[in-house]
Nanobody, 123 residues
Framework: VQLQASGGGLVQAGGSLRLSCAVS????????VAWFRQAPGQERDFVSG????????NYAGSVKGRFTISRDNAENTVSLQMNSLQPEDTAVYYC?????????????????WGQGTLVTVSS
């Protein structure tokens, strides 16, 4: 499975960005997909995730109500709409997938990583 993330950039506090992750290589109907982020000097933390073939979603408490994860089966992409961005959201964002039948919520539970995309929120 290959994951290709895009959409990062520089935004002012209160602004919005949309990240996208293109999924290719094999059918991922039974996979869980997720977004993680890693700020400088910090651990790589779970942000949001969902099952590829179901509608249930999970969010970290710090982003609930501001971020929305979604997928487009026709385009084979998973997206993260980020609204009301704050400086503390500044990080490299990674898309991730697990073939183990669950939504990966820790880095150890991830089987596939995309390359990171940098999100910088200025105050």
């Amino acid at each position: 499975v290959q994951l290709q993330a895009s959409g990062g950039g520089l935004v002012q506090a209160g602004g919005s960005l949309r990240l996208s992750c293109a999924v290719s290589g094999r059918t991922v109907n039974n996979y869980g997909v997720a977004w993680f982020r890693q700020a400088p000097g910090q651990e790589r933390d779970f942000v949001s995730g969902m099952f590829w073939s179901r509608t249930s979603t999970n969010y970290a408490g710090s982003v609930k109500g501001r971020f929305t994860i979604s997928r487009d089966n026709a385009e084979n992409t998973v997206s993260l709409q980020m609204n009301s961005l704050q400086p503390e959201d500044t990080a490299v964002y990674y898309c991730a997938a697990s073939s183990r039948g669950n939504i990966p919520q820790t880095a150890n539970a991830v089987d596939y990583w995309g390359q990171g995309t940098l999100v910088t929120v200025s105050s």
